[in-house]
Each structure stands twice: as structure tokens, then as C-alpha cells.
């Protein structure tokens, strides 16, 4: 009778650890595709926030505007931040005219250059995402939604964020990137990076061909 005891609880004993064991492996390989999605979708904001840094600081310090009425003299000729988000530009051949779709492309800006010519014009709403794609080595491609907020911060403060009234020559862009929902899974939250840009008036000479 003890020897069945024994055998039996030495059976279950086996079979727990063959479960923790089974567990582990399980969370150690989903960690390892989780860090690597982490890499991935910082490749992918790191080129959004390049991206941004390319264009003008503000709509009016974009070529055309500059070119057109001069230099701003200050901040407070800057947009407002209630303004900020996608431009509706006539002239531009490629997007969408009637605001039926987004016309400022992160995957693909060279094609809404029109829509994308400033910072500003890279501000989403909170609950606002675009989908943008990374091709591995392999060439298999991700797919992921990214979130892109501008903000007018302090001087000499990137942390430190302006009342909506207020302009300053420094914004923050946040940019967050996430795995699209899949059927009944949450969405997943991957990286979430800011920097702050300034406006340098030589820089809006330069753009403008001055």
C-alpha cells in the first residue's frame, strides 16, 4: 500500500514538473517574440520621428509660407495647437481631398508630401492610429499601428507641456506604436517614444531657398 503511495505521488510529482516545465518554455518563448516585436516596433517609431524632425516646425515656417510672407516673428505667429493635424492640400495630386481618409502616410510619406510638410500636420487624437509596416532581413513584413501626438512644451523643458493657448519654439512629439488587435487578444502596447524638436530660423531660411 505505501509502495502504491509512493508511486503515485511520485507519478504527480513528474507531472507537475513537466507542466512548470512546459510553462516555462511557453513564457520564455513568448518573451523572446515580445522583446523582438520591442525592436521591431522601435525601428519603426525611431523612423517616424526622423521623419517628423525632416519637416518644417510649424506651417508657418514651410517653404511656401516663408517664401510668401516672410519669416515669423515670433511664437505667437505660430499655429495653435487646436489647429494641429492633417492639411487639406488642393494641389496635391495623391490622398484623399474629401477627408474620407488620412491622407498623411507614415508608411509611405514621400506619396502625401503635400499633407505632410510641416510637424504639425503629424498630430493624431488619443484614440487615433495609423497603420505602418517593417520588412525583416527575411523578408517577412510586420504589421503595426502607430500614434503620434504634438505638443508645445517650455523652453529648456521638454517635460513640462503649454496651455493650449500658448506657443513656444519647442514641441514634443510622442510617438507610440502598437500590434493591431487580432480577433479577441488586447491590443498590445509596445513602445512609446517622445522628442523634442525646436524651430531654428536658419533651418526655415534654408528650406525656403533663402
Request: net charge negative; aromatic share 6%.
Amino acid at each position: 500500500m505505501a509502495q502504491s503511495l509512493f508511486v503515485v505521488i511520485t507519478l504527480s510529482l513528474a507531472g507537475l514538473l513537466t507542466v512548470r516545465q512546459a510553462n516555462n518554455e511557453r513564457y520564455n518563448q513568448q518573451r523572446v517574440v515580445y522583446e523582438e516585436m520591442q525592436l521591431i516596433a522601435s525601428g519603426a517609431a525611431l523612423k517616424v520621428i526622423e521623419y517628423a524632425a525632416s519637416r518644417s516646425f510649424d506651417e508657418r515656417t514651410s517653404p511656401a509660407m516663408v517664401q510668401s510672407q516672410g519669416l515669423p516673428g515670433g511664437a505667437g505667429q505660430f499655429s495653435m495647437a487646436s489647429s494641429f493635424g492633417e492639411s487639406m492640400n488642393q494641389d496635391d495630386e495623391h490622398g484623399d481631398h474629401n477627408g474620407n481618409a488620412n491622407p498623411c502616410s507614415l508608411d509611405s510619406p514621400i506619396y502625401t508630401y503635400g499633407f505632410c510638410d510641416d510637424l504639425d500636420d503629424l498630430a493624431l487624437g488619443a484614440d487615433e492610429w495609423k497603420p505602418v509596416s517593417s520588412t525583416l532581413a527575411n523578408g517577412d513584413v510586420v504589421d503595426l499601428e502607430v500614434n503620434t501626438q504634438v505638443e508645445y512644451v517650455r523652453r529648456y523643458n521638454g517635460n513640462s507641456t503649454l496651455d493650449a493657448a500658448q506657443r513656444s519654439e519647442q514641441k514634443r512629439l510622442t510617438v507610440r506604436v502598437r500590434v493591431p488587435q487580432l480577433g479577441d487578444q488586447q491590443d498590445v502596447l509596445l513602445v512609446e517614444m517622445s522628442r523634442v524638436l525646436s524651430y531654428r530660423e536658419e533651418r526655415a531660411r534654408r528650406m525656403a531657398g533663402m
